[in-house]
């Protein structure tokens, strides 16, 4: 599966000059926030993602993907329907191969 990236709209707030990016590979999913002086990246492994919730708004999403782990979720707003529906997609269709015989192995 290729990894697939996510910007969140420089229309919503917090995302004027630097958005948000969601990434989306076989193994993780990662969410990268800048501001002036620093970079907020938090990742979570596919195996530990317990469930993918899309708020929906008038044009915008939000995005909560919650761990199994106890950790914070990730949590990203201001993405296109169509990609918040995407990364959801994108996670099951993940998760779903792991326990397929000659699927990668995740460490």
């Known amino acids: 599966m290729p990894t697939e990236i996510f910007q969140a709209s420089r229309w ?39 469930s993918v919730h899309i708020n929906t708004g008038m044009v915008w999403s939000e995005i909560r993907i919650e761990s199994s782990g106890g950790t914070d979720p990730i949590v990203s707003h201001g993405h296109k329907k169509e990609d918040a529906h995407r990364i959801k997609e994108l996670v099951e269709s993940a998760q779903s191969t792991l326990g397929m015989p000659g699927s990668p192995p995740v460490a």
Do not use: C, H
């Open 12 to 50: 919503t707030k917090g995302n004027l000059f630097f958005p948000t990016y969601i990434e989306v590979s076989e193994r993780a999913v990662t969410r990268r926030k800048r501001s002036l002086f620093r970079l907020d990246d938090m990742s979570m492994s596919i195996t530990k993602v317990a």
